[in-house]
């Protein structure tokens, strides 16, 4: 569409995960009635990426139009040793992006008030009494407050520098079974003498259908070929499989750092996403975190409570954990995947993964620490830096 007016209560920048996450919430509420602008370059119809978190049962937010896909053990694995986790209460959920936005497109055609635009933005700024956005085709847009997840606009600093979780994925279908159609491959790591750390990820459909992931911690420009290749070698050298078919294909870069991404204070321009902070430095996870995120704003709007920071606040110690482990991986990447491998030999699956969200006590951070027992945390605590 091409919206008439141009001032809204609030305009959406970016209509990703993190703007599709935050309107839902908006429409659950006060704000239901609010003239909403949203603007991305993209008409969200593609299936682009493939989402993962784990909780007791499916967020508000997750898709129901198709049967849900879950799972309910996790293996990592590093050549020598194999460990599998049963979640226990937990699920391990997958969401396809296409359907995710299918849903929420969907929901917004109930709200008239609520205005789509796509077109791409160019400028994202104050002014004293609200913020705008300017957009290539449709021109100049203000409002009360704007909600931003585009990564690179003058708000925001992103380094070519700064350590990267950079993958590649492809689905694919293999002739022969070769998968644990029960248990999620959340890191089988390789024994290569690169100094890197990198690792397989598979999203196991059925016993010859997986979401095949290889990922490394890097801070070079990818080579996609180079990691397509690595694929293929291992779906050949490590499954065993000859022949197979490709069905979808995805790449992402997540950022692994504990600075802030979007560091300028601004009362009416608010980060989201990713930018905002709410992917995990040393993992990546980012989906439930900007679901607590989202409805954190939602809630402050609705109590006109603006802290002075309203990017994800992280506990000092998760950031803390974060900065050893991204030591670790910038100066003894080799060392990770014992680490990892320790974490959940000693440890429940639960108790790991309510570490890994954030949402473990102080006890439970110790109960979990004290069972590593690694000269390289000792390490990286003389030679601490910040990353
Ligand atoms: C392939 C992939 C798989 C992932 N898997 C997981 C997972 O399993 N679990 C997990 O927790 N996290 C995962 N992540 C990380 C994270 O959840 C996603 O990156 C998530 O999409 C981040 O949400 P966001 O809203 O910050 O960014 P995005 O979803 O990327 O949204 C940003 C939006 O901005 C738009 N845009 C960009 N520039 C402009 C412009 N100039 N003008 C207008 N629009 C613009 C884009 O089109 C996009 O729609 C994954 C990431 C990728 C890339």
């Known amino acids: 569409m091409n919206p008439r007016q141009t001032t809204y209560d609030f305009i959406i920048s970016g209509f990703g995960c993190a703007g599709m996450s935050l309107v839902y919430y908006l429409v659950q509420g006060k704000f239901k009635n609010h003239k909403i602008l949203i603007v991305d370059s993209a008409a969200k119809k593609a299936n682009d990426r493939t989402w993962c978190y784990w909780a007791e049962k499916p967020l508000s937010i997750h898709p129901t139009g198709h049967a849900i896909i879950s799972w309910q053990n996790i293996s990592l694995s590093n050549g020598h040793s194999r460990v599998v986790k049963s979640l226990e209460n937990l699920r391990y ?42 957009t290539e085709k449709n021109g100049i847009f203000h409002a009360e407050k704007v909600f931003n997840s585009i990564p690179n606009l003058s708000t925001n600093r992103f380094t070519d520098s700064m350590l990267k979780q950079v993958f590649v994925g492809w689905k694919i279908k293999t002739q022969a079974p070769c998968f644990d159609a029960n248990t ?45 290749r690595n694929i293929d070698q291992f779906i050949k050298n490590n499954l065993g499989q000859e022949a197979y078919e490709i069905t979808f294909r995805e790449q992402g870069s997540i950022p692994m750092s504990t600075r802030e991404l979007s560091p300028d204070r601004y009362t009416h321009i608010i980060p989201l996403g990713t930018l905002a902070g709410c992917s995990k430095p040393s993992t990546g996870f980012t989906f439930y975190t900007i679901q607590k995120h989202c409805q954190w704003i939602v809630t402050c709007l609705e109590q ?30 080799k060392k990770l995947p014992a680490i990892f491998m320790n974490l959940f030999q000693t ?13 473990s006590s102080f006890f ?8 590593l027992k690694f000269p390289v945390f000792i390490q990286s605590l003389l030679r601490y830096e910040k990353h």
């Open 93 to 134: 959920f997958h969401i396809k992006s296409s359907d995710f936005y299918r849903e929420i497109l969907a929901l917004l055609k109930n709200f008239p008030n609520i205005h789509l635009l796509q077109d791409s933005i160019l400028e994202c700024a104050e002014t004293e009494v609200g913020a705008y956005v300017k």
């Open 184 to 228: 999620v491959v959340l890191m089988d790591f390789l024994q290569g003498t690169q100094e890197q750390t990198d690792f397989f990820y598979i999203l196991p459909y059925s016993d010859c259908e997986a979401l095949v992931e290889y990922t490394l911690f890097s801070d070079q420009k990818p080579d996609l070929i180079g990691m397509e």
């Open 304 to 333: 006109k409570n603006f802290p002075r920071q309203m990017t994800w606040k992280r506990k000092a110690k998760y950031l803390f954990y974060d900065n050893i482990l991204l030591n670790i991986a910038r100066k003894w990447p």
């Open 347 to 359: 440890n429940s699956g639960p108790e790991v993964l309510k570490f890994l969200n954030e949402e």
């Open 364 to 371: 439970e951070d110790i109960k979990i620490l004290s069972r």
